[in-house]
């Protein structure tokens, strides 16, 4: 197999997990903001970091989003790659290690720094819930990432 087939191969199944991954983790995000349990407007919470309000955070939040969601697939899927163990279910198990690392970094980082530098009065709240919802959303992440690397025949060489 050429080295463009490999890498063409490894761009666009990282970017079709990490869309799927981003679009998995949102669920996860809205259920728990739905529910009561946390605040979770990620889009919206993301977005307002730049533009300082609500009007176009939506949209900017969305992008920067699914931008992360490629770029840190791209990060599992090498990892996944260099681990070298084909199939669907041991790439869904690093998916899921993979997926509660990040997000217990990225639950820390929310609740450590996130707060004390949004502008907006909504999201300087910190909570247990808030953190466990975005631990639990990259979770899902990290199945979908690694459920469709497994299912992609990156992983092994054989790219489908």
Known sequence: MSPATLIGGFLVWSAVAGLLGAAAMLVVLWAFTKS????????????SLLTRSYEKAPLVGGAIHLAAGIFFAQIYAFIMIVINHPGFGPNLTWGLFL????????????????????????????????????WVGHVAYGLVVGGVIGLSGLVGGAVL
């Open 36 to 47: 009561g349990l946390a605040n979770a407007r990620l889009l919206v919470a993301v977005g």
């Open 99 to 134: 997926g509660m690392f990040h997000g217990l970094i990225m639950s820390l980082v929310l609740i450590a720094a996130a707060g004390e530098v949004h502008p907006l009065e909504e999201f300087q709240q910190r909570s247990f819930s808030i953190a466990l919802s975005h």
